[in-house]
């Protein structure tokens, strides 16, 4: 139900046999040429946590989404290679939280199963494209720390899911942390959350129209107008108020295809975004 062609031209790869770099490989590729975006909520485009669906918008339209598309593309473009992956429930627990939010389905994640090497003799590991921000490499599914480009992560035992785990932001991420169960899931387990981050008004994805790309040196992150980039160096934030730089920035930078967006449903989007970010500067920036 994949095209796997196709998938691997998006990301610039030949197929290879499962093996953890192999994996590795496919990891880092999805994460820098496919967004994590909410561009298809601010088109009032509808989709669903099917993978199948999820894959072929990658490949077809040059989109992704969010973690249950991104994960769910990449879930099914493994298993149509070979690999053997499992789905998980889990829960991102934001900068302004201040409990953990344990595994209620805000997020999907993935493990990857019977690929043994020295670093992970058990063979299983935690992969995961739809953080944003987050990982850049998938990692041993084992308690630790380890550090991707400027950000320092843990994974550890949850404190609030029984036999599951948690994996913990660096100071500077987007979020705090997230965790997730170690029991497998279905697409089903995600269907009533998905609805409500796509229409209720009180979520963030509803709010912000968000693009980020993570790469080996940092992230590039979009939330409406400001464009913030993290590297090793520090954290630089600018604002894009050209129309034409803004759409650049989404096709260019961010890899995301436009290609079915009609020029009215251009021009209504660049106006709802920049009237967004002017209420937002009047506020005071909060």
């Not at 939280?97 to 805000?106: F, M, R, Y």
């Not at 260019?252 to 975004?273: C, K, Q």
Request: glycine share 12%; hydrophobic share 35%; with cysteine.
């Amino acid at each position: 139900m994949v095209d796997v062609s196709a998938y691997l031209h998006r990301l610039g790869l030949r197929p290879e046999p499962p093996s953890a770099e192999a994996l590795a490989a496919l990891h880092r590729a999805h994460a820098e040429r496919i967004a994590y975006t909410t561009f298809d909520i601010h088109l009032g485009r509808t989709t669903t946590v099917d993978p199948a669906e999820s894959a072929d918008r990658i490949t077809g339209l040059g989109r992704g989404g969010y973690c249950y598309h991104l994960n769910g593309g990449l879930s099914a473009l493994l298993t149509s290679l070979g690999y053997d992956v499992r789905w998980h429930v889990g829960g991102v627990q934001g900068r302004a939280t201040t409990e953990p939010v344990g595994a209620n389905g805000n997020h999907l994640v993935l493990t990857v199963h019977g690929l043994p090497t020295p670093s992970c003799p058990a063979g299983v590991w935690f992969a995961d494209v739809g953080l944003g921000d987050g990982l850049h490499d998938p990692v041993p599914l084992a308690p630790g720390a380890f550090r991707q480009g400027p950000y320092r992560f843990r994974l550890d035992p949850s404190s609030v899911v029984p036999d599951g785990w948690r994996l913990t932001h660096d100071p500077t991420g987007g979020f705090q942390g997230m965790d997730f169960a170690s029991g497998p899931a279905t697409p089903t387990d995600f269907t009533a959350m998905h609805k409500e981050l796509t229409t209720s008004e009180a979520s963030p994805f509803v709010r912000t129209l968000t693009a980020q790309r993570r790469h080996a040196a940092g992230a590039d992150i979009l939330r409406g107008l400001r464009l913030t980039t993290v590297t090793s160096t520090g954290v630089a934030s600018r604002e894009v108020t050209n129309e034409e730089e803004w759409w650049g920035m989404l096709t260019g930078l961010f890899n995301i295809g436009v290609d079915d967006v009609t020029p009215p449903e251009r021009a209504e989007l660049w106006d709802r975004v920049r009237a967004s970010h002017e209420s937002w500067v009047a506020a005071g920036r909060p």
